[in-house]
């Protein structure tokens, strides 16, 4: 069977091409990230994270009467079920929030009213309250596991805003709300990323949205994708002041480690992205007096790079985890929530892709993902091993 494909073994899939998309596209050499047509910069500050969600899954940007109504819509789905905060509050203190929220994903399908039913219609509606929902979860658990109150959303505040407000059992500020806002756009999409390609696979079996979503939270959580910006918080605590960010870097490549937030396995040169939360991270350490973590990756990334290029002759581009690790901390989040952040933007891809995956009419895919592998264990030098019965091995 092997034999009748191309194999392409031992490469992460690197550089195939394995379907047609219309939802966003990723230059790597050129650095451009474009979300329907429109580029990253162009939505960056400009929209909304509910326009973003718009444009995702209605497939435009939508006039003012259409986001009126689109906004509506979403903050009526924000509240919970009462058994899903008190199953939360079985949960050890110290779970990791991505499970937790892995887990908030699969009680939440328990109450969807449209879990048996299969038409795009109803997967769209369950698109919109995972989308509006996950924040929820995650901001009622913040609060469970510091023993405190959980605060229940507000509809007459923004996606993000409310989101703090739930968090942090008070309004935020207007440019917190915006930055966090702005945040959510820059992450809600970004192709056949290792996330999004498991919600596909999954939704490629007819699996519903939310079993597919779960493994796009799953597969967010690893240090390599959506984990990485927990990695590099923590590398910026270890470094500690900017005198140490050259002895840090030599050591780090020295020893074969990799630097976090650094490197893409689409972008050859800079994610757009960085570009956009670098002086966001600038502006909130101004602002909360902490400019320092914003100065280590700064020079962090100069240096990085510089070394990467002498050591390697290689680039070594700045991904959208550097920058963003500093902001979320300055913003007073806790660490282990920059990933579980990143999941509740990111969940508008997601749930766009399971749909396009699901129901698009025009690109040709496969019916179920399920590619081969080229088996290299034994056979005991035989045709097949010979089998020997419990009692005589
Ligand atoms: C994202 C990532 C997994 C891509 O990996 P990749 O596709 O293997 O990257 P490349 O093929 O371009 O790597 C080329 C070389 O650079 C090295 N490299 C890549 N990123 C590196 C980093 N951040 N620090 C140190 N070395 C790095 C690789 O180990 C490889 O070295 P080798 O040839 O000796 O094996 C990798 O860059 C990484 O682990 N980065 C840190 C984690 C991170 O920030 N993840 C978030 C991504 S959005």
Same mark, same amino acid.
């Given at each position: *069977?092997?034999?009748?494909?191309?194999?392409?073994?031992?490469?992460?899939?690197?550089?195939? $091409?394995?379907? &047609?998309?219309?939802?966003?596209?990723?230059?790597?050499?050129?650095?451009?990230?474009?979300?329907?047509?429109?580029?990253?910069?162009?939505?960056?500050?400009?929209?909304?994270?509910?326009?973003? %969600?718009?444009?995702?899954? /209605?497939?435009?940007?939508?006039? =003012?009467?259409?986001?009126?109504?689109?906004?509506?819509?979403?903050?009526?789905?924000?509240?919970?079920?009462?058994?899903?905060?008190?199953?939360?509050?079985?949960?050890? =203190?110290?779970?990791?929030? *991505?499970?937790?929220?892995?887990?908030?994903?699969?009680?939440?399908? =328990? /109450?969807?009213?449209?879990?048996?039913?299969?038409?795009?219609?109803?997967?769209?509606?369950?698109?919109?309250?995972?989308?509006?929902?996950?924040?929820?979860?995650?901001?009622?658990?913040?609060?469970?596991?510091?023993?405190?109150?959980? %605060?229940?959303?507000?509809?007459?505040?923004?996606?993000?805003?409310?989101?703090?407000?739930?968090?942090?059992?008070?309004?935020?500020?207007?440019?917190?709300?915006?930055?966090?806002?702005?945040?959510?756009?820059? /992450?809600?999409? =970004?192709?056949?990323?290792?996330?999004?390609?498991?919600?596909?696979? $999954?939704?490629?079996?007819?699996?519903?949205?939310?079993?597919?979503?779960?493994?796009?939270?799953?597969?967010?959580?690893?240090?390599?994708?959506?984990?990485?910006? %927990?990695?590099? *918080?923590?590398?910026?605590?270890?470094?500690?002041?900017?005198?140490?960010?050259?002895?840090?870097?030599?050591?780090?490549?020295?020893?074969?480690?990799?630097?976090?937030?650094?490197?893409?396995?689409?972008?050859?040169?800079?994610?757009?992205?960085?570009?956009?939360?670098?002086?966001?991270?600038?502006?909130?350490?101004?602002?909360?007096?902490?400019?320092? #973590?914003?100065?280590?990756?700064?020079?962090?990334?100069?240096?990085?790079?510089?070394?990467?290029?002498?050591?390697?002759?290689?680039?070594?581009?700045?991904? %959208?985890?550097?920058?963003?690790?500093?902001?979320?901390? &300055? *913003?007073?989040?806790?660490?282990?929530?920059?990933?579980?952040?990143?999941?509740?933007?990111?969940?508008?891809? #997601?749930?766009?892709?399971?749909?396009?995956?699901?129901?698009?009419?025009?690109?040709?895919?496969?019916?179920?993902?399920?590619?081969?592998?080229?088996?290299?264990?034994?056979?005991?030098?035989?045709?097949?091993?010979?089998?020997?019965?419990?009692?005589?091995?």
């Amino acid at each position: *069977m092997v034999e009748e494909c191309k194999p392409v073994l031992d490469t992460g899939l690197r550089g195939l $091409v394995i379907a &047609s998309s219309k939802i966003s596209d990723v230059r790597g050499s050129e650095g451009k990230l474009i979300y329907r047509g429109y580029l990253i910069q162009d939505l960056a500050d400009k929209v909304s994270f509910e326009e973003t %969600v718009h444009l995702l899954i /209605h497939e435009k940007l939508p006039d =003012h009467k259409e986001l009126k109504a689109f906004k509506e819509k979403l903050a009526a789905e924000r509240h919970i079920p009462k058994e899903i905060v008190d199953a939360l509050k079985t949960c050890p =203190h110290n779970a990791l929030p *991505m499970d937790v929220l892995q887990a908030g994903v699969a009680l939440l399908a =328990h /109450h969807d009213p449209d879990i048996r039913d299969q038409s795009r219609e109803a997967s769209e509606r369950m698109a919109i309250r995972l989308i509006a929902k996950l924040p929820t979860v995650l901001a009622a658990w913040e609060r469970i596991r510091n023993g405190r109150d959980v %605060v229940p959303p507000r509809d007459d505040l923004d996606h993000a805003g409310n989101f703090l407000y739930m968090l942090k059992g008070e309004i935020p500020s207007e440019e917190e709300a915006k930055f966090l806002d702005t945040c959510l756009v820059l /992450h809600a999409e =970004h192709s056949f990323n290792a996330s999004t390609f498991a919600a596909r696979e $999954v939704a490629s079996t007819k699996a519903h949205m939310y079993a597919s979503v779960a493994a796009g939270v799953g597969s967010l959580s690893g240090d390599l994708h959506g984990g990485a910006n %927990v990695r590099v *918080m923590q590398m910026l605590q270890e470094i500690g002041s900017i005198e140490n960010v050259e002895s840090f870097v030599e050591k780090t490549l020295r020893e074969g480690k990799k630097l976090m937030g650094l490197g893409h396995a689409v972008y050859q040169v800079d994610d757009p992205r960085a570009f956009i939360l670098a002086p966001m991270s600038k502006r909130m350490g101004e602002r909360v007096g902490e400019i320092q #973590w914003y100065e280590i990756s700064r020079k962090l990334e100069k240096t990085a790079k510089k070394t990467f290029k002498e050591k390697k002759g290689l680039d070594l581009p700045v991904n %959208v985890d550097f920058y963003s690790a500093s902001l979320y901390y &300055s *913003m007073g989040i806790p660490v282990d929530f920059f990933t579980p952040i990143f999941a509740i933007s990111r969940v508008a891809g #997601w749930t766009t892709h399971v749909l396009e995956e699901q129901f698009a009419e025009a690109a040709p895919k496969p019916a179920l993902y399920r590619p081969e592998s080229k088996y290299v264990g034994e056979y005991c030098g035989l045709e097949q091993c010979e089998f020997v019965p419990l009692d005589k091995r």
